[in-house]
């Protein structure tokens, strides 16, 4: 999750010096060369402006949604956003490694699965032991929950870690 919104944060950043700094100096550039009607440069900018200004506020709004995310619902002892679940695939007899993430951080050859796709929903509220049968495009998958750390258990491993980094310096 803090991945997630610093990620936000650094795009931000990117783009508001790009519509507060560079963009404003671009268009004066563009309009120094005269007749704006038939000015490409002027209209490549003022088009990267509208852009720029439009995913601002879409990376706003994402922030705003994050923010509001209530981590007191998400189980400490079940499978919900942020888990790092290992599962038995009962089918092909291997173990497959997930951690549930939002739709924006998915990253499938990396394991990084939505809480909206199929398996991420067959896998939501279920704890270690437990098996569940998940219908994906490929079929019917068997899948047994083998291991499990929870978004609340891995931020308490990163707050134990950090002042043993401290330490280190």
């Known amino acids: 999750m803090l991945d997630l919104i610093k990620k ?3 795009e931000i950043a990117v783009l508001e010096n790009e519509f507060r ?5 671009e268009i004066l550039k563009a309009r120094a060369h005269g007749d704006l009607s038939e000015n490409a440069e002027y209209h490549a900018a003022k088009e990267r402006q509208a852009f720029v200004n439009a995913r601002l506020g879409q990376l706003h709004a994402r922030l705003r949604d994050i923010s509001m995310i209530d981590m007191s619902k998400i189980p400490h002892d079940r499978i919900g956003l942020g888990s790092v679940v290992i599962v038995l695939d009962v089918d092909k007899d291997e173990k ?3 951690k549930l ?3 924006e951080d ?8 939505s809480t909206v796709s199929p398996i991420g929903r067959g896998l939501l509220g279920k704890q270690v032991g437990d ?3 998940i219908t994906i ?3 019917v998958r068997e899948m047994e929950v083998i291991e499990l750390s929870t978004i609340h258990q891995i931020a308490e491993q990163l707050k134990a870690a ?6 280190d310096k």
């Open 21 to 25: 700094v560079e963009l404003p100096r």
């Open 137 to 139: 495009p490929g079929g």
């Open 101 to 103: 993430v939002t739709s």
């Open 96 to 98: 497959v490694r997930y």
């Open 162 to 167: 950090a002042p043993a980094a401290e330490g």
């Open 106 to 113: 998915v990253d499938v050859a990396n394991g990084l699965i």
């Open 8 to 10: 936000l944060q650094d």
């Open 131 to 133: 098996t569940v049968r």
